[in-house]
């Protein structure tokens, strides 16, 4: 009953912290390791200390399975080069450095606990990195790298702390035991992903499917280490591949609710993983009192390590930034990587779980294992505290980019665009030869054309003026509200089965939720964005730069007496029409009548094109 109430409290302790953080919009994990310290000196509280299997096979292989499968495998590939690196290189340079400056600050501690408290403090944290991250908007590229980074470099370091706790310390030694555990994982993560892989082929059942998935992540890793190879590496592996492959082997049911599913578990055990970690700070520092070294050795030992990971990693980034971050022109962008992303990356080296969890795992009768432990604790506070808090201030600081909402929805528009497209021409091939009394081809064409219509009026909507999507929405939500309230009225009189009632309310729910995910992507967008490119289309490369006329209206709809949403120019005439979101669309018709391919917005903020012949923004 009492370890009950104590998990009770514990999560009812994570929820409140979150919600009152994101309420005051402060970082969550930080606000936890507080709240964490603080609640380790609070009398009555009992004494919790974090097992390494607990850790190791409770916590880490469901949040490393969490962030694989919703890790994009195109980009994880795209930036192989600077995740093995920083996975690889980083933690081997984080191991002996700082095992140099530990030996420099007490000489009587051995090499081999030294490398070990370099390799416990060298791997950084996803949890942290990206939570901080995703919240202040770091540009993608660097939130993918740390991904990638943190999903692979647990594994290093726990190979590094394996192989200096067994004396092992020369650099064939630690290559050798690298190579079996990486290898061993991939293996195992290759073989689960080809058994899940088979099941999903035969199951339809979205409960079963997601079942599936909560023993993918444990049995990967637990069949791993039983083979002595890297159970990290094994959830990593399957993750990525299952995550990737998902659209083509699960139903969108079952990916719906393995979707769900994964983000409420993740959520919970991150926001978790913070507090436990601050609910250390009583009896670790309780057990550095006991120690044979004085208090003045022992803090200049931890402030030694803590500059040393800080430091060690922007040397890493920076004397590496030809490989990381490329310094010529980036093939996607076409602009070159500034020295602040380099600054950016090094500074987002935040330390979590792993690194407390990887410290237990040391013998207990390990002589000096307490300078290790509160090492390790210190390095972990630190940084969160101290990188963590000055992260948004330091991105606000060198002026990095944030990912532009508004770019965003353009991209949106555009891929639904060429989905669509893609969508009519298999319609029409359905349609050739079959009868069609009721017009359901007119039906679903109409449908679609909804959908992308609404994707471009986010684009142009002037602020404080309703789009026809706005007004639908509004209109929509209001009518849900009004079905549900009938429903539930019905469900009183026990006139209609309890199952029919519950499939109704279902059916709405999902409704309103995706009118809220587009109220809530509408309401994100700024006033400005920028044009992604458009390689490949000969129509927008040799496009003339036309500048908008200072009156803007749309002749059309002024001469028949009908309103437009959005204005576009043609960039081959300068003829300004309405956008197909309005009533007339104007300007789709004159690109019917002259075949003038490329058109511009001109509505305030917006310098984009589009292609009618190829279905390309630029």
Known sequence: MEIAFLLVAIAITVLTVTAISERFEVPAPLTLVVVGVAASYVPGVPEIRLEPEVVLLGLLPPLLYSAAVNTSLVDFNANRRPILLLSVGLVAFTTFGVAAVVRLVIPEISWPLALAIGAVVAPPDAVAATAIGRRIGLPRRIVTILEGESLLNDASALVALRTALATATTAWAVAGDFVIAAGGGVLVGGLAFVIVG?????????????????VIPFAAYIVAEEFHASGVVAVVVAGLLLGHVAPVLQTAPS???ERTNWRTLAYVLENTV??????????????????????????????????????????????????????????????????????????????????LAAAFTVPEHTAHREVLLII????????????????????????VPSPDPHDDALARATLLQQAAKAGIHRLDELAEDADDPHHVRELIIQRIEQRNFAAWERLGTTEGEESPSDLYSRWRGDMIEAERRRVLEIRSTGSVPSEIVSEVLAMLDVEESMLDAADAARSELRTTTRAPRADGCEHLAHAPLLDPPAELACAECLAEGTRWVALR???????????????????TAHFRETQHPVMRSVEPGEDWRWCFVHHQTG
């Open 255 to 257: 990916r719906i609710a």
């Open 198 to 214: 088979f099941l999903r082929k035969k199951v339809t059942d979205p409960l079963l499917d997601t079942a599936i998935s909560l």
């Open 569 to 587: 120019m043609c960039l081959a005439c300068g003829s300004v029409g309405c956008c197909d979101s309005s009533p007339r669309r104007h300007a």
């Open 274 to 355: 913070f507090l436990l970690i601050g609910l250390q700070a009583d009896w670790l520092l309780s057990e550095v009192g006991d120690s044979e070294f004085g208090v003045g050795t022992i803090v200049a030992a931890c402030a030694a390590a803590f500059v040393a990971v800080v430091v060690l990693r922007l040397v890493w980034v920076f004397a590496s930034r030809y490989l990381l971050l490329r310094p010529g022109p980036d093939p996607v962008t076409g602009e070159k990587a500034s020295w602040r992303y380099s600054f950016l990356l090094g500074w987002a080296g935040m330390r979590g779980v792993v690194t």
């Open 376 to 399: 390790a604790f210190t390095v972990v506070a630190g940084t969160l505290l101290g990188q963590g808090l000055t992260l948004p201030w330091v991105a606000r600081r060198l002026r």
